[in-house]
């Protein structure tokens, strides 16, 4: 999504669902609706009160983390609110994307319009603000083994402290403020704790793997029917009288696409009984890529409830006259986190049998094809040493996939002795949609040459022939002309939107 214009305001009311906050991350403008700002107003009433009224609650007037039980006195309240962003700011290494960071923030945005933290309403419409200016607070990727430091980066900038960038230059946190029009934020009780509390880091950064994961299941039923058919697979594998023995909406839904981007295929009409079954990297393509799909929207369904859910710690419920802080461990992203390393090991499965598919593809001794689909033997390697990036590739997805959710550790003095690693577990869901979707490219690229060399004038599917065209409107086949990562790259921008 190149520019906001282009795409609805997304106005902020109920809570927002997952691509409601990838598209926000890709540039769509945010806006609080006054049902929200009504209810982010009536929670900061209630942390007033509960000040006023000198009722011990965790981080609104006592220290945090193993200090929860030191009461903190009046006059240090805001002191104690701009600590916290302070010593909680100690995130390292390589900076979050633009779009990573964003995605994060409008999830923050969400969470206090449920109406349950009790920050002011400026400090919501500042953080609107940084969205609708595109400015962009530095947020280092790596020191959180929940959800603490990310947030506490993008407090800085509010504060005037940190980083930015904005209109293409690292600026200030000071200057990003001056550069579109808002002074620095003095925090009031509890806004320190609330701003660097919660899922919201887990639960943007899942939103955004989650509208990737999507994109790239699409792609890669597309990337098998082009293999299945360049290899003569047997397509009555595919049947939905025999795939519905095996109930599953994924399943069924994948033998469905496979059935439609073949139809019409005279490459596969020529196969059919050629062979008793094909191997399990084209027969059982139904049943790796339907497992991911059923998993997919059983992840979608607990990221969907995150984003609906209180995860601020206190929380603030009742009235005025009588506020209630309720210390509990919604913060605690387990749902997250298991969801996240369960679909990231999914997605690389997926891949992990995309690059089966690959080196079928560019082995003469199965595909009948000019040995690794290079245009004169000997002489040219063609897609020899593409195999082995994608083979790289699924290695390092297995590396990464070993389970976040399982690493365990103690913080704060024993005060948090049970660490959930959601937002570690949706980073590396995203580095290994990195690795898939440059798998899957190289597939789509293997396969449409594959194309090229086929003998005979038989018919593509319909479907294929659709992403067979869309390739080559934008790459020419390839003769050992160029560095071949350049078409690979190229391609992976083409998977940046559905399969033709």
Known sequence: MAAADRVEVIAVDAPLGWREIAAVALGAPLTLSSAAATRVAAARALVDSLVAKGIKAYGVNTGVGALCDVVVDRPRLRQLSRNIVMSHAVGVGPVLGRIETRAIIAAAVNQFALGFSGVRPELVEALVRLLAEDCVPEVPSQGSVGYLTHMAHVGLVLLGEGHAVHEGRRVSGAQALRDIGLAPLVLEAKEGLSLVNGTSCAAGLSALALSRSERLLAWADAAAAMSVEN??????????????????????????????????????????????????????????????????????????????????????????????????????????????????????????????????????????????????????????????????????????????????????????????????????????????????????????????????????????????????????????????????????????????
């Open 231 to 500: 290899l003569h697979g047997q397509l009555a594998a595919f049947d939905a009288d025999v795939l519905a023995l095996r109930p599953s909406p994924g399943l069924a839904e994948v033998g469905a696409n496979l059935r439609t981007l073949l139809a019409g295929s005279e490459i596969s009409a020529a196969a059919r009984g050629t062979r008793t079954q094909d191997a399990l990297s084209l027969r059982a393509v139904p049943h790796v890529h339907g497992a991911a799909r059923d998993l997919f929207d059983h992840v979608a369904q607990a990221v969907g409830r995150e984003l609906a859910s209180a995860t601020d710690n206190p929380i603030v419920t009742g009235t005025v006259d009588s506020p209630r802080a309720h210390s509990e461990a919604h913060a605690v992203g387990a749902a997250i986190g298991l969801g996240a390393d369960s679909l990231a090991t999914a997605i690389a499965a997926v891949a992990a049998m995309s690059e089966r598919r690959i080196d079928r593809l560019v082995n003469p001794l199965v595909s009948g094809l000019p040995a690794f689909l290079a245009d004169a033997g000997g002489s040219s390697s063609g897609f020899m040493i593409a195999q082995y990036t994608a083979a790289a590739l699924v290695a390092d997805n297995r590396r990464l996939a070993a389970p976040a959710s399982l690493d365990g550790g103690v913080t704060s003095g024993l005060q948090e002795d049970h660490l959930a690693h959601a937002t570690p577990a949706a980073a590396k869901w995203l580095k290994i949609l990195d690795n898939a979707e440059t798998v899957i490219a190289i597939e789509v690229l293997a396969a449409s040459q594959a194309y090229d060399l086929q003998p005979g004038t038989l018919a593509r599917g319909r479907g294929t022939d659709a992403i067979y065209r869309a390739v080559r409107a934008c790459l020419p086949s390839y003769r050992d002309d160029r560095p071949l990562a350049t078409d690979i790259e190229q391609l992976r921008g083409l998977l940046g939107e559905p399969p033709p």
